[in-house]
């Protein structure tokens, strides 16, 4: 298993995370993921530990916390060779504070995470969503206080803008207050928004991106393409996956597969390894229902692209830039004219 820096820390994380999403099976949105029981995600956590992929990441949402109380205890006997992620800030309830990122709900989640993971400390604890309606500097004060206490080591965020990170980062320079390490974040061949600016914000201020969904909700996964429609029993027959252009995602597909006979990896596999040659990126969070699909997704990281495979994939899955990045590319391709596109040429920043 690769390591890699996380950020600016000085901690070094295996480039494959297990999320767990699927376990528990509480509720009809993560039903509908998956339904992994005890036994089942005791196989899995094995199959990490034996690969090296010791990261497993949850967040106090999934299946109303019983994805926490799984994972806990599963790891409880080998807790200090686990890096251990979780998240707050979704819902949890119909309470006027039942959700965000207040100060007080940050310092009640941290508790309540510690207590169903049966840990005393959290290595990288997530705001999970933006939340406009909380202080910035409230929400990094009750950060300070966890890491000062030793509940949690390193604290990230996930699903923010490009200048809702920015600004973070900012206070807490301006207030020497902890800085977050990490962004978790959408990221994929079908979906490239985030090199517009949460990817050079990254390479800028050494935040890291861990990226979930890394298949787009299974849309890379190999199931499905112009030739496959998907299995009855998967979410992809559910409308369930990331809603994407399907002609758009059929073109990228067509090259995967053209790559994969050629190389003998799976579609899901080239599209692990390209997203793991990208700027920033720091490690992916891969699912799995089953043991046979966790060991086929970690042999991505054993993928060498060649260039001609690279700029393929590059070409069919770059997507035209919004305002004011058509403008910028414009205005730079009249003084270099070999920039055909700065929001993919990221060695330009």
């Not at 599963?74 to 998240?87: A, N, P, V, W």
Request: with cysteine; aromatic share 8%.
């Amino acid at each position: 298993m690769i390591y890699r820096r996380l950020g600016n820390s000085g901690l070094k994380i295996p480039v494959m995370t297990l999320g767990t999403a699927t376990f528990g099976g509480v509720g009809d949105i993560f039903k509908a993921w998956g339904n992994t029981q005890l036994q089942e995600a005791k196989e899995l956590i094995s199959v990490c530990l034996e690969n090296g992929a010791n990261a497993f990441d949850t967040a106090d949402c999934y299946s109303n916390g019983k994805a926490e109380e799984i994972l806990g205890a599963l790891i409880k006997d080998r807790r200090k060779e686990i890096f251990l992620s979780t998240k707050t800030g979704m819902s949890l309830g119909d309470g006027e504070n039942d959700s965000g990122t207040s100060f007080a709900r940050i310092m009640q989640s941290c508790e309540e995470s510690l207590k169903r993971l049966q840990t005393d400390y959290i290595d990288l604890y997530y705001f999970h969503c933006f939340d406009a309606l909380t202080p910035i500097e409230e929400m990094l004060r009750a950060i300070e206080i966890l890491i000062k206490q030793g509940k949690i080591r390193y604290f990230g965020v996930s699903n923010y803008s490009a200048w809702h990170l920015m600004k973070m980062l900012s206070i807490c320079e301006k207030y020497n207050l902890p800085k977050p390490v990490a962004h978790q974040a959408y990221y994929s061949l079908a979906a490239r928004e985030l090199e517009w600016e949460l990817l050079p914000l990254g390479i800028d201020q050494k935040v890291g991106t861990l990226v979930w969904s890394p298949l787009s909700g299974s849309l890379l996964s190999g199931k499905i393409s112009r030739t496959k429609t998907p299995p009855n029993d998967s979410r992809l027959s559910t409308n369930a996956a990331w809603s994407v252009d399907k002609e758009k995602l059929f073109d990228i597909i067509d090259v995967c597969e053209e790559i994969s006979k050629q190389t003998g990896y799976s579609v899901a596999q080239i599209s692990l390894a390209w997203l793991l040659t990208r700027p920033s990126v720091s490690g992916l969070i891969i699912g799995a229902k089953t043991k046979e699909q966790l060991v086929e997704n970690f042999k991505a990281t054993q993928i060498t692209l060649s260039c001609e495979h690279l700029e393929k994939l590059d070409k069919v899955s770059r997507v035209r830039p919004v305002y004011p990045y058509w403008h910028q590319q414009w205005t730079v391709s009249h003084r270099d004219p070999h920039c055909l596109d700065i929001t993919t040429d990221l060695t330009r920043i």
